[in-house]
């Protein structure tokens, strides 16, 4: 719809200037004529009985061109203030809902490809319940853990885990939100979940890495080995030295998060 009223734009504003060009000629023609006129008369140059008629011809004709060209001016101007209208009002709709570059082409597709918005939609929504079903895991494993704590230090760290959670999954609720809000807000207020998804998931992958350590001696102590700290220090090297993420080269070799680990 934009494209077309630009293209109209575009059209009237060539029509005004072919329009302006071939009244300027036919004016500026009844002026040579007038000039030549007066240079026959000062030159002595019998006019004889036409003088008089041809003079009001051209001025006539000069009149009749400047009223037609104005008349056409008019008439274009408002096209195009009428067109220039219509691409503000397309604008203002086209921004409405003010949710950022993928819902206003989520927006276009249901219009224009609805087979294909109704594919990305389901995918959503699927993606949504495996991310859903996959918290309620999390926390339901972390609440049986809580049951059984031996230590209070366990309970701390387990229901800091399932804080963490918890406030990415809200967070990742507010990313959803955020996309309806208007572009000045918008923006503070995607820098905003930034930072704070961030900083959260840093806080999960260090509880993580604790919580790694604790298991890892808890499950030293059931099977009588000597030396539970030990014991979690050797099989965090393991994992370390195995990892094949890329991303553990980009920091030393170490794992995001998880603690420093001696060999036994």
Same mark, same amino acid.
């Given at each position: %719809? ?23 000629? &036919?004016?500026?023609?009844? $002026? ?30 000069? $009149?009749?061109? #400047? ?8 008439r274009l101007a408002q096209t195009l203030s009428a067109k220039t209208g219509a691409v503000a009002v397309a604008a203002v709709s086209t921004n409405a809902p003010a949710?950022?570059?993928? %819902?206003? #082409? ?5 219009? $224009?490809?609805?087979?294909? #918005? ?6 959503? $929504?699927?993606r949504r319940q495996r991310l859903t079903e996959e918290l309620n895991r999390q926390l339901a494993r972390l609440d049986q853990r809580l049951q059984g704590a031996t ?20 967070? &990742? ?24 998804? &961030? ?24 099977? /009588?080995?000597?030396?539970?700290? /030990? ?22 070799? &170490? ?10």
């Amino acid at each position: %719809m934009k494209r077309l009223l630009t293209i109209g734009l575009v059209l009237g504003c060539v029509v005004l200037a072919v329009t302006t060009m071939v009244f300027a000629y &036919r004016a500026r023609r009844a $002026e040579l004529a007038l000039a030549q006129l007066h240079a026959g008369t000062e030159a002595g140059t019998n006019g004889g009985a036409i003088t008089v008629p041809l003079l009001k011809k051209l001025l006539a004709e000069r $009149e009749t061109a #400047y009223f037609e060209l104005k008349n056409q001016y008019d008439r274009l101007a408002q096209t195009l203030s009428a067109k220039t209208g219509a691409v503000a009002v397309a604008a203002v709709s086209t921004n409405a809902p003010a949710r950022g570059g993928e %819902m206003s #082409y989520l927006e276009r597709l249901r219009t $224009e490809d609805p087979e294909r #918005y109704k594919q990305i939609m389901a995918d959503r $929504e699927r993606r949504r319940q495996r991310l859903t079903e996959e918290l309620n895991r999390q926390l339901a494993r972390l609440d049986q853990r809580l049951q059984g704590a031996t230590t209070q230090a366990e309970v701390d760290l387990v229901t800091q885990i399932a804080d963490t959670l918890t406030h990415l999954n809200d967070l &990742r609720q507010q990313w959803e939100n955020v996309r309806s809000l208007p572009e000045d807000q918008r923006q503070a207020a995607t820098e905003a979940l930034i930072s704070d998804t &961030r900083a959260s998931y840093q806080k999960l992958n260090e509880l993580r890495a604790q919580d790694r350590t604790l298991q890892l001696q808890q499950l030293a102590s059931q099977i /009588g080995y000597s030396d539970p700290a /030990g014991f979690a220090a050797a099989v965090q090297n393991i994992i370390n030295e195995t990892d094949a993420n890329p991303s553990r080269f980009l920091n030393g070799g &170490r794992r995001s998060g998880s603690a420093a680990t001696t060999t036994r």
